[in-house]
């Protein structure tokens, strides 16, 4: 099992940044594969990116505003948003790599409220 715990969440304006922080406990040594997705009211749950070992992989509607990084020595990875508009208001999870990937993420954190005022 993977517990998973989203920080850094909060309320910035148009064009501000914030970055959001998922930390890993349990048996982390099996989950290497990270994602973020996020959920806006009323609308289903949407990919924002994922990290590998080695490799990211953002969607077009996040790419080139946001970074995911890791910290493997404190079991973190992370999200950096810039630029950021309203339409990247929502509730943003941490998910890993579990024994059903790649057909689903078995491990989800909490989530934490990102909301951008314009």
């Known amino acids: 099992q993977v517990q998973l715990v989203e920080s850094g969440g909060g309320l910035v304006q148009v064009g501000g940044s914030l970055r959001l922080s998922c930390a890993a406990s349990?048996?982390?040594?099996?989950?290497?594969?990270t994602a973020w997705f996020r959920q806006a009211p009323g609308k289903e749950r949407e990919f924002v990116g994922t990290?590998?070992?080695?490799?990211?992989f953002y969607a077009d509607s996040v790419k080139g505003r946001f970074t995911i990084s890791r910290d493997n020595a404190k079991n973190a990875v992370y999200l950096q948003m810039n630029s950021l508009k309203p339409e990247d208001t929502a509730v943003y999870y941490c998910a890993a790599q579990g024994p059903n990937w790649p057909k689903k993420y078995d491990y989800w954190g909490q989530g934490t409220q990102v909301t951008v005022s314009s």
């Open positions: 349990g048996r982390t040594e099996s989950s290497s594969v």
């Open positions: 990290i590998s070992r080695s490799n990211t």
